[in-house]
């Protein structure tokens, strides 16, 4: 059985400003992500790369052409159906963007905050099993500011993954890693990619990481290389 695509794209252009000042930043692009896979982007500084991600990731209004994500089609979406549709997708910035006044824990239950079939008790139970799972079961109740840079976005990691998304969309999230906590990092989403059957888009320049991508794509001045 053919399996169905997470996100689907066809002929999406974007461009930023106005007028004599409307610039094309992303042409023609085309592309499916299937679930169970990691797929790595790479390209250039100012590419598009940065902005592909957030139009996939419901933060951007799509302009031209048509990007589904899981069957649902984003262009001309209500603000209500795209919140819904963010509730099925992890996102992990190269910036941890954890709050500095929430424990680990706390950090990682406030996205399933969005999901209301959680009581209290269910959803800080399921944050404690997660942060297990990224190896930081011993520090559930530390502050970021006692974390270290790695352990940081493992709890970001968990977060992302917690309630079980159809789609992890990553941007550079070794970039602040040395290659040990990195490697760590990528292959944990790797795993959980496979054991949940989610899809993973990541953006990356970290060339250590690239053998666990099961495709990789490259941008180059808003053009899609090969996929």
């Known amino acids: 059985m053919l399996k169905k695509s997470i996100i689907t794209i066809q002929n999406l252009n974007h461009y930023f400003g106005k007028g004599g000042l409307r610039k094309q930043i ?23 790369k940065t902005t592909l991600l957030t139009l996939i990731g419901a933060l951007r209004s799509v302009q031209e052409g048509s990007l589904k994500v899981l069957g649902h089609e984003l262009r001309r979406a209500s603000n209500s159906q795209l919140t819904q549709i963010r509730r099925n997708i992890g ?31 269910e959803a800080e139970a399921r944050s404690k099993a997660m942060l297990e799972v990224v190896g930081l079961g011993h520090r559930v109740n530390y502050y970021p500011d006692d974390l270290s840079g790695g ?46 059957g989610c899809a993973i888009l990541m953006v990356t320049h970290d060339n ?20």
């Open 26 to 48: 992303l042409f023609d692009i085309n592309l499916a992500i299937y679930p169970g896979e990691v797929v790595i982007l790479m390209g250039q500084s100012g590419s598009g």
């Open 208 to 227: 250590r990481i690239l053998d666990i991508a099961d495709r990789i794509i490259h941008m180059e001045d808003g053009h899609l290389l090969n996929h």
């Open 151 to 196: 352990q940081k976005q493992r709890v970001a990691v968990a977060r992302a993954l917690v309630s079980h998304p159809k789609l992890v969309l990553a941007d550079e999230p070794t970039a602040a890693l040395d290659s040990k906590s990195g490697r760590g990092v990528v292959e944990l989403m790797q795993r959980l990619a496979k054991e949940q």
């Open 91 to 121: 996102y992990i910035f190269q910036a941890h963007n954890l709050l500095r006044f929430l424990t680990a824990c706390q950090n990682v239950q406030m996205s399933l905050e969005l999901h209301k079939e959680f009581d209290n008790q």
